[in-house]
Every structure is written in structure tokens, then in C-alpha cells.
């Protein structure tokens, strides 16, 4: 089975701290996403990444970075957290496009910014 | 812009009963494919159910399947005798190239 895992499942952090958080995937997946998920929104995409090194800004970028230096990693950042940041945040990987594109998820980082 | 639309935030269905969960969608990509996820709680988002859009049929996997009004843009899922683990948020998404759009989700819950 493909295993997603992120690297913590809850997180408090303060105003205008440096927040990573880190997302592992098992199975040689191509692509990489980060998502966020607020209630009503449903998933919105951050970064996601094709490939190392490479990275493509989504829909919600502002106040996130992201790194892919590995194939299995792909890290977000936040450079500076703010309250509006709090959120759950969603790892993904897929192998390819059309029905390859099937996203595997991991459990989630739940980050408040207090 | 591609849109999902799913116009039930909440539903309930009572054990061993049907309930079946809208879903739109708005696209002029020729080539796309559909999907249900769901999202138990405190638990990670797994795959239901897909379906290409260029084929008619409408897929089935055991108590789930589809129906996919191609002109109408609709994309509805069916869960029959429905289980207490069948409660989660369910999310309908499209896949056009790489790119996901989520709708914002239905919370199902099931009554014993």
C-alpha cells in the first residue's frame, strides 16, 4: 500500500514563527502537493511539485514556500506564521496523469497559529 | 476557472438505507476524469469511487457507484445500505491534466 506520512499531526505555533512542515511518500510517486482545508472550502492547492527540484504555485501560495531536494520529501514552509494560517494542511502524491493521477493523502497536519 | 459544486454541506442517511450525494461541476476541458473521496474523522482521505469522462458507463465499486449526466455536468454519488463506517466528509473532484479542483464537501452522517 501506498503510505503518506506527514510529519506531525498537530502543531501550535506563534505569530511570526518559522513553521515546516514535512511529508513522506513511499512509492517512487512523480508528484507532489500540498493542500489546505478549511471548512466550506473543501481543498485548495498551495505548491505541488512534478519532479525534484521543481516546484509549480497553486491556487493559495501567498505565505507558503515549499522545498522538494528528494523524490519521497516534499517539504511547506511557512516563513513567517500568521493567524490566518491556521488550518489543516494535506500531503498528496500521484504517479501521473489521468486515472494515474489518483491522489494517496496522508493524515494531515493540523497547525494553529496563535 | 474549473468549479466543483457540491449543494449539501450535511446529510444523514439511517442504516442499511440509500443516499446518494450531488455533485457539479463546470469545465470546457474535453478530457478530464471524476472522483469521490472521503474523509473519516481524524482519519486521511482515500479514494471511493473514479470515472473517465469519455466513458459512458457509469462505474461501480461494491455499495458505491456514479451517475455521470455528461451534458448536465453532474457527477452524483450513490452509497446503498449504507454502514456506520460509511460517516465522513465525501469531496467530489475533477482532474483536468495534473491539476485537482475539490469541491467543498458533504459531512454524511449514519444513524443507527
Known amino acids: 500500500d501506498v503510505k503518506v506520512t506527514q510529519s506531525s499531526r498537530y502543531l501550535v505555533k506563534r505569530t511570526g514563527e518559522k513553521v515546516f512542515l514535512e511529508c513522506v511518500q513511499d512509492m517512487d510517486h512523480e508528484n507532489m502537493f500540498w493542500y489546505r482545508q478549511d471548512p466550506g472550502l473543501g481543498l485548495r492547492l498551495i505548491y505541488f511539485?512534478?519532479?525534484?527540484?521543481m516546484k509549480e504555485k497553486g491556487d493559495i501560495p501567498e505565505g507558503y514556500s515549499v522545498s522538494r531536494e528528494k523524490k519521497e520529501r516534499f517539504s511547506l514552509i511557512l516563513e513567517s506564521a500568521s493567524t490566518n494560517q491556521t488550518s489543516m494542511y494535506l500531503c498528496?502524491?500521484?504517479w501521473g496523469p489521468g486515472l494515474a493521477g489518483e491522489l494517496f493523502f496522508g493524515e494531515g497536519s493540523r497547525l494553529t497559529v496563535l | 476557472a474549473q468549479t466543483v459544486t457540491q449543494s449539501q454541506p450535511e446529510m444523514s442517511v439511517q442504516e442499511a438505507e440509500t443516499v446518494t450525494l450531488s455533485c457539479t461541476y463546470d469545465t470546457s476541458e474535453s478530457d478530464y476524469y471524476l472522483f469521490w473521496y472521503k474523509q473519516p474523522p481524524s482519519r486521511q482521505m482515500i479514494l471511493v469511487i473514479r470515472?473517465?469522462?469519455?466513458?459512458?458507463q457509469n462505474a461501480t465499486e461494491n455499495r458505491f457507484s456514479v451517475n455521470f449526466q455528461k451534458a448536465a455536468k453532474s457527477f452524483s454519488l450513490k452509497i446503498s445500505d449504507s454502514q456506520l463506517g460509511d460517516a465522513a466528509m465525501y469531496f467530489c473532484?475533477?482532474?483536468?491534466?495534473?491539476?485537482?479542483?475539490f469541491g467543498p464537501g458533504t459531512r454524511l452522517s449514519v444513524l443507527p
Open positions: 498528496a502524491s500521484s
Open positions: 470515472q473517465e469522462a469519455y466513458k459512458q
Open positions: 473532484a475533477c482532474l483536468y491534466g495534473q491539476n485537482f479542483v
Open positions: 511539485s512534478y519532479d525534484v527540484k
